[in-house]
């Protein structure tokens, strides 16, 4: 059984199956070789567990591979409560080139937190919260990383899904949001 979510991991499977069926591995082989897989680091990994909530981290960074990795983490849960939490941080999402998909890209979480920084080599090009408006009530935009942890920590609840998406270190707020549950 392959260990990695989502259906974009299904066809790559898929994929690598048909190429080592082409240089002569089996099928079988190919199947058995993809059941040991470990998924690589910031693809939906696991970085900790606080009360059952469970805190990924992921490199998505921007709207394709941010509504596939949405995608991939509801097929592993079900109906639980997706909370998604994004720093646009990418060059291309700093300028804002692909603002008008992130609301989209966005959809599929029942709550959403996104922080762009107001100075620094991060700042957003664009106004944060004017492109999340058609998401309406389930977004927030933040320029202040550790107001918006408090913000996820008193929105969260057991059994939500928290999902953190940069292609950065976004502040250490992976840690700072596990730190801020297990007080609570």
């Not at 949405?70 to 060059?91: D, H, Q, Y």
């Not at 899904?161 to 297990?182: D, P, R």
């Amino acid at each position: 059984m392959l260990s990695v979510a989502g259906r974009h991991n299904q066809m790559n499977a898929l994929a690598a199956i048909a190429a080592a069926h082409q240089v002569g591995v089996s099928v079988s082989e190919s199947i058995q070789a993809l059941g040991q897989f470990k998924n690589v680091k910031r693809r939906l990994e696991v970085v900790g567990q606080v009360q059952n909530m469970t805190v990924y981290d992921d490199f998505a960074h921007h709207p394709t591979a941010i509504q596939t990795t949405i995608a991939g983490l509801r097929s592993k849960i079900g109906g639980a409560r997706l909370i998604a939490v994004l720093e646009p941080r990418s060059n291309t999402m700093q300028l804002g080139i692909m603002k008008q998909q992130l609301p989209d890209s966005l959809q599929d979480a029942q709550q959403v937190f996104v922080y762009g920084a107001k100075t620094g080599k991060a700042t957003l090009g664009w106004d944060l919260k004017e492109a999340l408006k058609p998401l309406g009530e389930k977004a927030y935009a933040f320029d202040n990383l550790d107001q918006m942890v408090r913000q996820i920590v008193s929105y969260v609840r057991p059994n939500d899904h928290i999902l953190i998406m940069s292609n950065g270190g976004f502040g250490g707020v992976h840690q700072k949001i596990l730190q801020e549950l297990a007080k609570t």
